[in-house]
């Protein structure tokens, strides 16, 4: 599966982006799909995850109400909405897909991760 995530950019404090992966290769069936991101000189963290049919989500605290994520699997897409961006939105955001039968929030349990997008929220 490769991975090949899109639509980050340089915005203001309470904007919004959406984020895009698309998946090549091999389709993502039965695999959960996730978001993490890594902000300078932190480590990756945990943003988002989905269920394959997409009918159960999973959000970081500190994203909790600002940002949805979606997949359409006729597409091999997932999105990651995100609105209300603040500073500390601030980091390269990762798509990943999950080990099969896997749905947590772990970055070990995720086998296959694209290249990353930057996101800048400007105050």
């Known amino acids: 599966v490769q991975l090949q995530a899109s639509g980050g950019g340089l915005v203001q404090a309470g904007d919004s982006l959406r984020l895009s992966c698309a998946a090549s290769?091999?389709?993502?069936?039965?695999?959960?799909m996730g978001w993490f991101r890594q902000a300078p000189g932190k480590e990756r963290e945990f943003v988002a995850a989905i269920t394959w049919t997409g009918g159960s989500t999973l959000y970081a605290d500190s994203v909790k109400g600002r940002f949805t994520m979606s997949r359409d699997n006729a597409r091999n897409t997932v999105y990651l909405q995100m609105n209300q961006l603040k500073p500390e939105d601030t980091a390269v955001y990762y798509c990943?897909?999950?080990?099969?039968?896997?749905?947590?929030?772990?970055?070990?349990?995720?086998?296959?991760w694209g290249q990353g997008t930057q996101v800048t929220v400007s105050s």
């Open positions: 990943a897909a999950q080990k099969p039968a896997y749905y947590t929030r772990n970055s070990n349990d995720y086998d296959y």
């Open positions: 290769g091999r389709t993502l069936i039965s695999r959960a």
